[in-house]
Every structure is written in C-alpha cells, then in structure tokens.
C-alpha cells in the first residue's frame, strides 16, 4: 500500500472517532482546510462516501463505518506496539542471548551477572554453552564470548576477564613409570585427552609458546570431550594429559592431584571478551549486561 493511503486512513480513523474535523485537526496537527482535502481524496480514490457531513456534526457513512472497524484496531495494535518498544528502550528488560564456552560461563558470566541480574527482574539472560564459534548473527544471538585472539575483527570486543593461561597437566597415578615431556612434540607418544570443537567438529591442536616460537601439536588418546571440566576430571582420573586453563585447575595442583607439564611452553591468551556487531541503538538490557560483565583490573 502506498504510503499516502495510510496517511489518508489515519486521518479518516482520527475524523471517524472526533465525529468533528476541527478536533481532528487539532489532534494531528494540520488545518482543518488540509484534513478536509485529505478526507475528499481518499474518498475519491475509493470511489465512496466515508463520511456524512453537516453543518453541526460528522458521522460515517455505512461505508466508512466498516472501514472504521476495519483499520482503527490495526492502528490501535500499531500503535501498542510502538509504545512497547519506547518503553524497551527506557526500561532494562527484555532477554539477552549469550554464547559462550562452559569454562567462561562458570568463572566470569555467572559469578557477574548473578550479582547483577536480581536488581533488574526485567532482564532475562540465556546462556548457550557451546565450545566452537558459533555465528551470533545467524543463530540470533546479542553477543558471544571468545578469547581476545578469535574475535572477528568486525565485531565490538569488550574485555570480561583477565589474561587466561592454558597448561598441560597430568595426575601422578598416569605419570608413573612414564618419561614426562620435555618439549610439546614429546606429547604425541602420549595418551592424551582430546577436545572437540563443536561448531567445526575438528580436534583442537594443542597451543604452545616458548621464547617467540609457536607450536601446533595435533594429540591421540583414548577418550574425547566437547568441553574443558570433563577433560580435567579425566586427567584426575588417570586417564592421560589433559590441557585445560590454568585458573581451572590450579587447585588440584595446589593439592597435588595434578602435575603441570612443560610449564615453560604455556602460551598466555589475551582473556575472554564479550563480542556483538554494533555499537548503536543496544537495549538498556544489553547495555547493563555489558558493564557488569566489564573487566575491570582489581575488581
């Protein structure tokens, strides 16, 4: 439909309703001479009388009394509609879809927003968790989080947690009678607990840093996972070299349940970040999650 023919309506439904052109104008903002013509070209267009007129009042005509009933319930929903959503851009509501690893869930989004999201009953928040790196934009998400490093550069990062350091770490029950690794290449004559990256369905290779120099190393084992705490749990267990955050499993080897191996090989990584594609028109919602989740050093 035109544009003008939904302009002409509202102005029919806005005379219809006053049952007076000088309300009616009044109420839109125009001269009655202007609503008038308005009122005679849709009529015109219609090849119908809409409304019947006298010196005293204005009433619709048969034909403009269905089409009153016709349209003003849709301007009225259009209408509810668009107030909704002016209040959405003033209060914080509204549901805010996140994807993120299983690790940054436990350790960063939900020790913060659980601190947060009571202040605010409106919001809503889910999380997915998901291991591989999910497009947020065709499954519909507001946001992800990813290490700084795998963050697409069109896309706004904002930085929820410290430096993150990934380790190799083994229990002593495996360790025992074996050579441990000296260098990351070593790891290939071991039984090593693998992660899945779900989103591609390939291994992930094994990272390693020393003095500038970068190592890949692709590792076999008997047992596969799609996330990082059953890979750590399996490690506890005996069952072959894990690598896992360090912030993950520094307990277990405070206590000595795990062993870190090649401890000068851990790459650090620039720490988790919070990504979405734009900067403008985010939702009261959106913004809150945002600063809550914000790293701030010494926090």
């Not at 008038?36 to 009433?59: C, D, F, M, N």
């Not at 990813?146 to 083994?170: S, T």
């Not at 692709?218 to 912030?247: C, K």
């Amino acid at each position: 439909m035109p544009r003008e023919d939904i302009s002409d309506l509202v102005a029919f439904v806005a005379v219809a309703n006053e049952r007076s052109f000088t309300r009616a104008a009044a109420r839109m903002g125009v001269s009655q001479s202007a609503l008038s013509h308005t009122i005679r070209k849709l009529e015109a267009r219609l090849g119908l009388r809409l409304l019947t007129r006298t010196t005293r009042s204005v009433s619709p005509t048969e034909a403009g009394e269905r089409l009153l009933v016709t349209v003003a319930p849709r301007f009225e929903e259009i209408e509810a509609g668009l107030a909704a959503l002016r209040d959405l851009s003033e209060k914080p509501s509204g549901t805010i879809r996140i994807t993120a690893t299983e690790h940054a869930t436990n350790t960063v989004l939900w020790p913060k927003l659980a601190r947060v999201l009571p202040l605010y009953p409106d919001i809503k928040v889910e999380i997915i968790i998901d291991q591989g790196f999910t497009d947020i934009a065709a499954h519909q998400f507001d946001a992800g989080v990813r290490l700084g490093e795998d963050v697409e550069k069109d896309m706004i990062a904002v930085r929820i947690a410290p430096d993150l350091k990934l380790v190799a770490i083994a229990a002593p029950a495996y360790l025992a009678g074996r050579d441990r690794p000296t260098i990351p290449q070593n790891l290939t004559a071991h039984r090593c607990i693998n992660l899945r990256l779900s989103t591609h369905g390939g291994l992930y290779a094994w990272e390693f840093e020393k003095n500038g120099q970068f190592l890949r190393v692709r590792v076999d084992g008997q047992l596969t996972f799609n996330s990082t705490p059953p890979i750590v749990r399996a490690a506890l267990a005996g069952f072959g070299i894990g690598f896992a955050p360090l912030d993950m499993v520094q307990p277990h080897l405070d206590t000595g349940e795990l062993i870190e191996l090649l401890p000068d090989w851990s790459q650090t990584f620039t720490g988790f970040h919070l990504y979405y594609p734009s900067r403008h028109q985010n939702s009261p919602a959106f913004r809150i999650v945002i600063d809550a989740l914000r790293y701030r050093v010494g926090a």
